[in-house]
């Protein structure tokens, strides 16, 4: 891979849902204010069925609970709303957070909550096609235009987006994807792409797609697809695992056990994985915080990624790296 010349300045994001193990609810808007005392850049909701906040709501809380931080959702299930209703939801988060609000969406993955809403869950191709529909739509009224669209899935008759969006020319979009299809898409629309591994069916992220040479491909086929437009694409991961330790290689032995166990169990055992890879890989990070500092410059230097993601369990751990990484 060709390293990426001009690299963007490091971004930090963290996020919340606001379930029991954060405190519930009611501590929320207390996590995101932590979130902002620390330095991040974002806060971000996921959207699930689950034990959590829901997330447009949340969102509207936090443009008043919080002043710098951007805020953002990681990410909406396409599925789940109607373009032309969502982009009126976020346009007035945007006004109501002062142009604050970066928009994550993508095309939905976890089966089970669909069947639980009863809300069909189509095949992935279908999936994909009403995302890019839907994304074309959302451009167009969160930028105030008067969208006319007539597509397989959405059909716009002279609407015009209000309120118009505190920026301009409307919120960066942002669309996480791993396999290829869902990149391709990603390159086409997205001001800001989630570098994700790709997952198993039952929504297991496979470790062999967790190294840094499986990345940095990821990263090389957004490049291809997004041709012109991959300069002004923001690249982002989100950190799996993050630990505190003086001693790297022997927390990399431990894990390497710990996935042979089947921890954690959000992770597909598909490959061997070697110590290299744990010390390597964008998503695990293990050391002193310097060490974890140099790792990330590394993972930058090596696929253009700069936008770095981290759990809500790990907010905390993980601030005092950012000091060291602040505008760099």
């Known amino acids: 891979m060709s390293e990426p010349g001009n690299l963007r300045k490091f971004r930090f994001g963290a996020g919340g849902e606001g379930n029991k193990d954060e405190g519930g609810a009611r501590k929320f808007v207390k996590l995101a204010q932590t979130a902002e005392e620390y330095g991040y850049d974002t806060f971000a909701i996921p959207d699930h069925l689950g034990n959590q906040v829901g997330p447009i709501a949340a969102l509207g809380a936090l443009t008043q609970a919080t002043s710098t931080i951007r805020l953002g959702t990681s990410v909406l299930a396409n599925g789940w709303r109607h373009p032309a209703l969502l982009a ?53 009224l969160m930028r105030g235009e008067t969208v006319n669209f007539e597509g397989e899935f959405y059909q716009i008759n002279g609407l015009e987006g209000s309120p118009r969006p505190r920026q301009g020319p409307r919120p960066p979009i942002a669309v996480g994807g791993g396999g290829p299809k869902m990149l391709a898409l990603a390159a086409k629309h997205a001001d800001i792409i989630s570098v994700a591994p790709s997952t198993t069916p039952d929504g297991k992220m496979k470790l062999s797609d967790m190294t840094i040479e499986k990345t940095a491909e990821r990263v090389d086929r957004i490049r291809e697809a997004a041709g012109e437009r991959f300069d002004d694409i923001e690249l982002n991961w989100t950190i799996a695992v993050i630990v505190i330790t003086d001693d790297r290689e022997a927390t990399a032995e431990m894990a390497l056990k710990a996935l042979e166990q089947g921890y954690p169990p959000n992770i597909e055992r598909d490959t061997e994985f070697t110590v290299e890879d744990v010390l390597h890989s964008p998503y695990l990070a293990m050391g002193t915080f310097e060490e974890i500092a140099d790792q990330i410059r590394e993972v930058r230097r090596r696929t253009s990624m700069s936008y770095v993601g981290v759990f809500p369990t790990q907010m905390d751990a993980f601030a005092p790296v950012i000091q060291l990484l602040k505008g760099e």
């Open 88 to 140: 009126k939801e976020a346009t007035t988060i945007d006004v109501l957070s002062k142009g604050r609000l970066e928009l994550g969406i993508g095309a939905g993955w976890m089966k089970e909550e669909f069947d639980k809403a009863g809300i069909e869950f189509e095949s992935p191709g279908v999936r994909i096609r009403r995302l890019d529909e839907a994304l074309t739509v959302l451009d167009g």
